[in-house]
Structure formats: structure tokens, C-alpha cells
């Protein structure tokens, strides 16, 4: 087996910028040629999500029946945590059973890393509070360069809650390792300027920053995250950041737009927005399955690095 930096994928930055491309062109290969269901032959993977998903739960065990995993199921309602067993005591006990690899989501920012902490497997944050996402920017990534041939020179807008969004916050860490040039865009109470740092700008002027961008992610409103008193009125938020038939306009002939799902048509965008043929909402979808293929791949086998 080639050696891998790390044993989870918590956040992008588990993996080298070496890894992550060898990541994205192992995706590649596989949504080219398919994959035999032999890599992960007889490896039990748990999918493990404590919060509502339709776009990861689903592909996550459609990437995991093509690589051949033994995939387990699990409600964890009716798990033993709610009799007070702790999350060390549930990994330990998962790993003695013979799972090797977790797919975890949960609403609290951290639980991914706590259970990395006690399982002796591999665990694959699928999403952890306002924390982190990170399958989702590798198929963001993905869904990017198969527009663009590559990361260099491009210009990437992310629109909205991105104080709530562990879309972004991966993203950011995702694109800043490749080179790409990211402004963030939003009001102060969902995007505070201290979210600025070295490649990553701030604007709250979504209409001066459209016509510069190659790509537009649209982010809605976290409402299970937020707390109330930071809630723009819904009049000023569309206003001032919904991305609409008039700011489409704008955007670039070759510009896409890019979102994560689920959306709320007519907050964040418009109907226009979705069925504009610049929308990619298709090809990101498509494209988490090959991505977590890759990253299932990558942690157990060490297929994506090159030897
Ligand atoms: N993008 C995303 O994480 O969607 P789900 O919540 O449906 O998994």
C-alpha cells in the first residue's frame, strides 16, 4: 500500500495539494472509466448521519456500492449514544465489530474530529455544523475544472450565509490551496470581515463583483444554524444578494453558477438563476459520487497519490 498523510478526511486540508489533485484526477478517471467493484471488496463502511441529508447520504452509498464496500446502514436514533454510551465507547465498539470506515454528519462542529479521535479506522466528515464539508468542495473543485481545465487564474464568488456554512468554509480552504482567487460576499451579520485573509476578499457589493467572477456559488440561509438576531430582513437580503434574471445579466457569458443544495428558490435565487444554462447544480451532483469514490479509494488503498 503507498503511503498516505492522513488516516480521516476531517476538512480538505487533511490532504496535500498534490493529494488533492491526485484526488480530483482519481474522480476524473473513475466518472471516465467506472470502477471495479474489487477496491473496497469486503470493507464494511458505516454511514453515520445524525442530521438530514439528501445529496451526500445518497451519494455517498452509491460511491460506496461501486467501489464494492460492505455498506451498513445505521439510524443513529435508535443507537445506544441516547442511552448515554459515549462517542469513544461507540467507536470502540464499531471498530471491534469490524467496521473500518465512518461516514459521519452531525449538527455539532467537531464531532467528526472526536470520533476520528476513538476509531481506529478511517472516518469521512459528511458534513459537521458550521465546521466543515469537504467532499462537497472536492465535487465543487471537480464541477470547476472540468469547466475550466484547471484552477489557474480563476476568480470564484461565494454568496451568502457564509458565517453558518461549512460549504464555504471548505471551499475557501479547498480553492486557496489551488491558486484560486476567492471573494466572499455578503452582509456583515452572515459574513464577518474577519473572514478576510491572504487570497480571500470580502465585498458586500454582489452587483460590482458579478461581472468579475468565473463562477458564482450561491449559499442559502442556514436556519438551523442561525441565531435570529442575525437574520437580515428578507426585503434587504434579496435585494442586495439574491441572484436574480437582472444580475444574471451580469454575470459573464462563460461564468457558472454553483450550488451546494438544498436550495430556497427565490431567496437566495431565482427560477431563472437554476434554469439558466450557466447553472452547473447538475454536474456538482453527478460529481459528489465519483469525488467520494476517490476519497473512499485514497483513505483505505492510497490509490490517488502517486507512487
Ligand atoms: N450539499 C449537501 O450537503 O446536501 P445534503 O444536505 O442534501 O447532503
Known amino acids: 500500500m503507498r503511503t498516505v498523510s492522513a488516516r480521516n478526511l476531517l476538512d480538505v ?12 484526477d482519481r474522480a476524473a ?3 471516465r472509466d467506472g470502477a471495479t467493484r474489487s477496491l473496497l471488496a469486503g470493507i464494511p463502511v ?23 464496500a460492505d455498506i451498513i446502514s445505521f439510524a443513529p436514533g435508535t ?8 462517542i469513544a465507547d461507540t467507536a470502540l465498539t464499531l471498530h471491534g465489530i469490524g467496521v473500518r470506515v465512518i461516514v459521519v454528519r452531525h449538527p455539532e462542529s467537531g464531532f467528526a474530529r472526536r470520533l476520528a479521535d476513538a476509531f481506529e479506522g478511517h472516518v469521512i466528515n459528511a458534513g459537521d455544523g458550521a465546521h466543515a464539508h469537504p467532499t462537497q468542495a472536492l465535487l465543487d473543485l471537480m464541477t470547476l475544472r472540468d ?5 489557474d487564474g480563476l476568480r470564484v464568488a461565494i454568496v451568502g450565509d457564509i458565517r453558518h456554512s461549512r460549504v464555504a468554509r471548505s471551499n475557501i480552504v479547498g480553492m486557496t490551496m ?61 435585494r442586495n444578494y439574491q441572484l436574480n434574471r437582472s444580475r444574471l445579466r451580469a454575470l459573464k457569458a462563460k461564468s457558472v453558477i454553483l450550488h451546494p443544495g438544498p436550495y430556497n428558490r427565490g431567496i437566495e435565487l431565482t427560477d431563472d438563476a437554476l ?7 447538475k454536474a456538482q451532483v453527478e460529481n459528489g459520487v465519483f469525488v467520494r469514490m476517490a476519497v473512499l479509494d485514497h483513505l483505505v488503498n492510497g490509490a490517488a497519490v502517486p507512487a
Do not use: C, W
Not at 434554469?275 to 447544480?281: K, L, N, Q, T, V
Open 46 to 68: 458505516l454511514n453515520l448521519f445524525f442530521e438530514a441529508s439528501t445529496r451526500t447520504a445518497t451519494s455517498f452509498t452509491l460511491a460506496e456500492q461501486r467501489v464494492g
Open 275 to 281: 434554469a439558466d444554462p450557466r447553472s452547473r447544480y
Open 147 to 151: 469547466e475550466f481545465g484547471g484552477f
Open 178 to 238: 489551488l491558486g484560486i482567487d476567492v471573494t466572499l460576499v455578503g452582509p456583515p451579520t452572515l459574513l464577518p470581515a474577519a473572514m478576510a485573509r491572504a487570497g480571500v476578499r470580502v465585498s458586500r457589493d454582489l452587483d460590482a463583483v458579478l461581472p468579475e467572477v468565473d463562477a458564482v456559488m450561491m449559499l442559502r440561509i442556514q436556519h438551523e444554524r442561525i441565531d435570529s438576531s442575525l437574520l437580515p430582513a428578507l426585503d434587504d437580503y434579496t
Open 13 to 24: 486540508d487533511d490532504v496535500t495539494r498534490t493529494e488533492l489533485s491526485a484526488l480530483l
Open 79 to 86: 443507537s445506544s449514544l441516547g442511552k448515554g454510551e459515549t
Open 29 to 31: 478517471a473513475f466518472k
